[in-house]
């Protein structure tokens, strides 16, 4: 993910199971929510089709203002 000077992140989006293939959107910071997972993590959970992704959510404390803050790895735009 990098921030833009208007405010706004690009983020890349891999696909499953490739990773290395996927989507750049440029979106609104406010509309990204940072995941508290490793990347090793996020990739395994990928590269299976999703299978894993209830104990990535499992570890987020998701608060509900639009600007939650967590990890470094994975991203879930909204």
Request: with cysteine.
């Amino acid at each position: 993910m990098e921030g833009n000077d208007n405010g706004s992140v690009t983020v890349f989006v891999p696909s499953s199971p490739a990773i290395t293939v996927g989507t750049v959107y440029i979106v609104k910071r406010s509309r990204v929510t940072i995941l508290e997972a490793g990347t090793m993590e996020i990739a395994d959970c990928l590269s299976q089709w999703g299978i894993g992704s209830r104990k990535i959510l499992d570890k987020q404390h998701f608060e509900k203002s639009e600007n939650s803050q967590g990890g470094q790895s994975g991203l879930i735009p909204s």
